[in-house]
């Protein structure tokens, strides 16, 4: 007779039928790069995660080797904005400046960097903007520029999130034309108009000074056209697809799995990251087993990587299972 419990009896046993596992190899943790000096500032909205400046980005970078974490994804917030995002695409800009100074100090860290234009442009919206319409054609030779400039100071990885329509293939002629063939494009394919964003926002000073971003993020209601999305993404030369927010798109990971042979990657947004911190404050619930639960959901929905907040203490956690 058929008994599931035989096989969960022991840890023993339940470690050899265990299907998915996070690994610390597979996180990606996002950092705040803001310019100044001898900044440490606390995003009131995303406890424990801070905006450095250059100089004191260190503290934070050598908890990540300790960590054991490989791969970082950068965030810019630049001093100067203005309408066209010319910060962006600066050579000596924030993105620029840190990515030289990361590399020196870290040389094997493995340096994403996010592409847009929404940190950098005075009204927040991540296109060109004119007549309160947000033009894509006009946008992209931008995101190129950008995206050539991080490779130039050495980025590994450019990850675009400004979800312009046919970027993915600007980016990949520009860097191609650069002599960056090798450097891989991991992009924000299916990547929803979501209010999970928000605390993003605060901690990027990029929330858009007027609308919203719902003529080029997804429709949450839609999943079919998510697979569209990936699939122009991959026809025009991405390597790596972000999947994004993660907890409520579950069936969009799996999807992607389930239709390409394409490394997914998830992004558990800052929205998600807040909701847990809140709650874990409170003692409402138990923050170790719940990130560690949604970790592993992502994993089993078919994401390859994950994009977290969370990284540090998850790779601490990890750590804690092996040793026990
Ligand atoms: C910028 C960008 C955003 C996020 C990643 N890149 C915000 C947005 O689109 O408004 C969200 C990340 C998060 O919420 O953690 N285009
Ligand atoms: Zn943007």
């Given at each position: ?146 995206s ?10 450019i990850?675009p ?5 046919k970027r993915v293939g600007a980016i990949r002629t520009a860097l191609d034309?650069?002599?960056f063939v090798?450097i891989p494009i991991m992009a924000?394919s ?42 122009e993404d991959i026809a025009e030369g991405a390597d790596l697809i ?20 394409i ?62």
């Amino acid at each position: 007779m058929e008994r599931m419990r035989r096989l969960r009896a022991t840890p023993e046993l339940r470690a050899m039928v265990r299907e998915n596992h996070v690994r610390v190899e597979e996180l990606i943790y996002p950092v705040f790069v803001i310019e100044g000096e001898d900044i440490s500032h606390p995003v009131d909205s995303m406890p424990g995660i801070c905006q450095y400046s250059i100089d004191r980005l260190p503290e934070e970078l050598d908890r990540v080797a300790a960590a054991g974490i490989r791969a970082i994804l950068l965030f810019g917030i630049p001093q100067h904005k203005d309408e066209v995002g010319s910060a962006a695409y600066d050579e000596n800009g924030i993105i620029p400046q840190a990515i030289r100074a990361i590399k020196q100090n870290y040389p094997q860290l493995v340096v994403i960097a996010d592409v847009c234009l929404c940190e950098y442009t005075s009204h927040g919206h991540c296109g060109l903007v004119r007549d309160g319409i947000i033009l894509n054609d006009e946008t992209l030779p931008l995101l190129a520029k950008t995206s050539v400039s991080y490779a130039k100071a050495g980025a590994d990885i450019i990850a675009p999130s400004d979800m312009m329509d046919k970027r993915v293939g600007a980016i990949r002629t520009a860097l191609d034309a650069n002599g960056f063939v090798d450097i891989p494009i991991m992009a924000y394919s299916a990547k929803f108009a979501s209010a999970y964003y928000g605390p993003f926002r605060d901690a990027a000073h990029s929330a858009p000074g007027f609308g919203d971003r719902k003529t080029y993020q997804m429709d949450p209601a839609n999943g079919r056209e998510a697979l569209r999305e990936v699939e122009e993404d991959i026809a025009e030369g991405a390597d790596l697809i972000i999947a994004k927010p993660a907890m409520a798109y579950m069936d969009i990971i799996r999807e992607i799995a389930g239709n390409y042979n394409i490394p997914i990657v998830a992004y558990n947004v800052s929205g998600e990251y807040a909701m847990v911190k809140a709650a874990a404050q409170k003692g409402w619930i138990d923050e170790r087993r719940i990130v560690m639960e949604n970790m592993v959901g992502f994993k089993r929905a078919g994401a390859k990587m994950i994009i977290t907040y969370h990284a540090l203490d998850v790779a601490g956690w990890i750590k804690d299972e092996e040793n026990a």
